[in-house]
């Protein structure tokens, strides 16, 4: 493949979250435009994908437009697939994995779908390298995206392989955490930049915490992770994967210019958040407390506080919840002027027992929840 030359990349985020992967997007020097509410797309070569890998935040995965097409059926498909020419991408060596969605009438599941796919991609490089690649289930070598919605099809290669979401650094989840991905949205939309102190009082398994961390230290998340998919491709720049690497190592700093401060009243749950924070290699950055959210010491420095409560969605919970929401009200009110305070919710109605009036309200999905991440700004009070 010729890393240089300029594709089509789509960019997938999940819902809630596209405008601030399209900020980064710009940021890092593309055009981009919204196409859906999860997808960001932009006119760059693979090796601008390989940067996009390392250094999005809120992106989960970055694909390459190889082939589209009008499709009818099943057998269509298997020849539209197999005149693509897959032995200048996969070698015969590697191991493919086919992901699908499929919205169309001609066919009842992307499963079968994506054994069409696979069969034709591995047809055409066993017909033409004398050795079929195998191929199965697993992301962490070749993977190709392929949707079909009605009777038109897309096939990409998916340059990230795993999704950008997965870290690596969380190793204990604790209770209901945040895709990382969706935590480093979250504090892009709270303007949380590193340029100011963070607090997390109820930090659970420490992901907003930690994504804050790297964005105070300009650590690129792909730093984390060692294997991409577009490793696995055909023309694969080594050097340039080096050197990409090399500029943002030296782009990251040691120590944040401000305070992070998690706390969690679950004793391990922070033990939980120190040992994600270690494998991120932030723990040294983070001020960890085990207290409830109303002790969370607050720096004098003022900047942004961020809570992400439990939503009760368990039966039985609901009245214990109120009482924690007003109380973060409170807490809000009482010891953090001059902060801008969120929280970020899947309950409206316990939302309303903060009890505080918001300044945004902002739509995410946290999985299939609609959340809201409520911003509210806690002024000095003169006296
Ligand atoms: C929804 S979880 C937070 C998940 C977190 N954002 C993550 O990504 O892992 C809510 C957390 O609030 C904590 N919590 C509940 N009541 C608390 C209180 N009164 N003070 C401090 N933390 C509390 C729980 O222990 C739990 O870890």
């Known amino acids: 493949m010729d890393m240089r030359k300029n594709e089509t990349l789509v960019i997938t985020c999940a819902r809630g979250v596209a405008d601030y992967l399209r900020q980064e997007v710009e940021q890092l020097g593309h055009t981009a435009r919204t196409t859906s509410d999860t997808t960001i797309e932009t006119a760059a070569s693979l090796h601008d994908a390989m940067r996009l890998n390392l250094a999005l935040r809120t992106g989960i995965n970055v694909l390459c437009l190889l082939k589209q097409f009008s499709c009818k ?12 020419p897959w032995e200048d991408y996969i070698a015969p060596s590697e191991y493919l994995s086919v992901v699908s969605r499929v919205n169309t009438l001609a066919v009842n599941n992307s499963v079968f779908a994506s054994q069409k796919v696979k069969d034709a991609i591995v047809d055409r490089v066993s017909e033409k390298r004398g050795m079929r690649p195998n191929s199965g289930p697993d992301r962490d070598n070749v993977v190709i995206n392929f949707y079909w ?3 038109r099809c897309w096939i990409y290669l998916n340059t990230s392989g795993k999704k950008l979401s997965d870290r690596g650094y969380r190793k204990i989840p604790h209770t209901a ?11 892009r939309a709270a303007g949380f930049d ?3 102190p963070l607090v997390n009082p109820m930090c659970g398994s420490g992901t907003l915490a930690i994504e804050a961390a790297l964005i105070a230290l300009k650590r690129a998340p792909g730093l984390l992770r060692s294997d991409f998919g577009f490793k696995h491709v055909i023309g ?14 030296a782009q990251s700093k040691k ?5 992070i401060i998690a706390a969690d009243i679950d004793k391990k749950a922070v033990e939980a958040a120190k040992k994600n924070a270690q494998t991120a290699g932030v723990e040294e950055v983070i001020e960890f407390h085990v207290c409830d959210f109303n002790d969370t010491p607050i720096p004098e420095e003022k900047g ?5 409560p439990e939503y009760g969605h368990r039966l039985g919970k609901q009245h214990e919840l109120e009482e924690t ?11 953090c002027a001059g902060f801008t305070g969120y929280v970020f919710t899947g309950n409206m109605a316990l939302a309303k027992k903060v009890g505080l009036r918001t300044s945004r309200r902002l739509i995410f999905f946290n999985a299939r929840i609609e959340c809201r991440l409520l911003e509210y700004h806690m002024y000095v009070s003169r006296k």
Do not use: M
């Not at 059926?73 to 693509?84: A, I, K, Q, T």
């Not at 955490?177 to 504090?187: D, N």
């Open 304 to 308: 942004v506080v961020i809570l992400n």
């Open 177 to 187: 955490p945040l895709q990382e991905t969706l935590a480093a949205a979250l504090l």
């Open 325 to 335: 929401y007003k109380g973060i009200g409170d807490f809000l009110k009482n010891k």
């Open 236 to 249: 694969f720049d080594s050097e340039a994967w080096s050197a990409l690497h090399r500029e943002a190592c």
């Open 255 to 259: 120590k944040p210019p401000f305070r």
């Open 149 to 151: 919605n009605d009777d």
């Open 73 to 84: 059926g099943p057998d269509e498909l298997y020849r539209e697939v197999v005149s693509f």
């Open 194 to 196: 590193g340029s100011q």
